[in-house]
């Protein structure tokens, strides 16, 4: 797995404060590879998402590509009650399919080029199936990312796309698991600021709406269920500041690395462990390390009751050996205190 594209800025939506991440998203190469790099041996645990999850989401989008999209426009035609026959559909993946630089350039040209016909009141298909986007983050290393929707969705009452996202959770009651939602919903709001991007280098003053469309499964079949547009304001800003903090940690590397490769430098960046992290880097065990004896080590909740504090302090604040050093410390003294005598806990001697 990479950290590139709209797979780096939900990450650094999620922890903008790690350098470590910042780093990872600079270098060439995969996670696993950054890992090698940094820690000198290879990376033996399993990482990214399951092949079982990969091949049931590989399944979903051609069941919903199939045949002109038409499963995919008899769900999305519910949204607006229009008839799927009456939606045109282009599928950029059948001109110029694969990953590689060389494609994304090409199916970025097209998507381009029909976002242009369409303010022009040319006609244009109400789906781009697997468009390309860009969202720069100029000047300096890796000025841009390139951002894939699943596909762009012409809105019948604003005549402006807007981003839609195919994934294979499951819908059951018309309801998504929270943690699937969270996830890609900062996936769209990636796909908004790289379409605003777009939409304004033709004409600033459109208004491009934070929304985007979700498209889950049905519990069977693997078939889209109604879609779901989402207003997506506090995901844009999320992401937002996931850019803002790469470019601060990205001046911070440069500045480190003097032209070296960014995994160099590594250990003089600061890492920000989070619980998270445990599910979902493969640095976590590594940075863990980094806090170890401080209250970061203990879990996200530790550190954000307590503060950045090293698990000495905090026990002598709480024995009464160490004097607070301002009103919060005293604060947590006094709660500490009363938290050890109800377990039977004394104050030193």
Not at 192 to 198: D, F, G, N, S, Y
Request: charged share 25%; net charge positive; glycine share 8%.
């Amino acid at each position: 797995m990479t950290v590139k594209g709209s797979a780096a800025l939900i990450r650094l939506a999620s922890n903008p404060k790690c350098e470590v991440l910042g780093a990872m998203v600079m270098q060439e190469g995969s996670e696993k590879k950054f890992y090698e790099r940094v820690i000198g041996a290879p990376y033996d645990r399993e990482f990214g998402e399951r092949q079982s999850s990969r091949r049931r989401g590989t399944q979903f989008e051609q069941n919903a590509y199939a045949g002109d999209a038409r499963l995919l426009r008899e769900a999305i035609a519910t949204t607006w009650n229009l008839e799927p026959d009456a939606l045109t559909v282009r599928n950029l993946m059948d001109s110029y399919p694969g990953g590689k630089d060389d494609a994304r350039i090409a199916r970025l040209k097209i998507t381009r080029t029909i976002l242009q016909d369409a303010k022009a009141g040319r006609a244009v298909p109400d789906l781009i199936i697997q468009p390309q986007l860009l969202l720069p983050t100029r000047p300096g290393p890796r000025p841009y990312f390139f951002i894939a929707p699943d596909l762009l969705v012409r809105s019948p009452v604003t005549g402006l796309y807007l981003p839609g996202d195919l994934k294979s959770f499951i819908v059951r009651e018309n309801e998504v698991a929270p943690s699937d939602l969270a996830r890609v919903r900062l996936q769209l709001g990636a796909q908004i600021l790289a379409l605003r991007h777009e939409y304004h280098a033709i004409d600033p003053s459109i208004a491009v709406e934070t929304k985007g469309m979700l498209v889950f499964s049905k519990p069977n079949g693997l078939r889209p269920h109604a879609p779901r547009l989402e207003d997506l304001g506090g995901a844009v800003e999320a992401v937002q500041i996931g850019i803002a903090a790469f470019l601060r940690h990205r001046a911070r590397i440069d500045g480190l690395r003097v032209g070296a490769e960014p995994y160099t430098v590594a250990a003089d960046l600061v890492p920000n462990f989070q619980d998270s992290c445990l599910a979902s880097c493969v640095m976590a065990q590594w940075c863990r390390q980094r806090v170890a004896g401080r209250t970061g080590d203990m879990g996200d909740a530790a550190r954000n009751i307590l503060g950045d504090l090293e698990l000495n302090h905090v026990i002598g604040l709480m024995q009464g050996s160490v004097q607070p050093a301002n009103d919060q410390e005293r604060i947590i003294a006094e709660q500490l205190r009363t938290i050890a005598s109800r377990n039977g806990q004394g104050r030193a001697a």
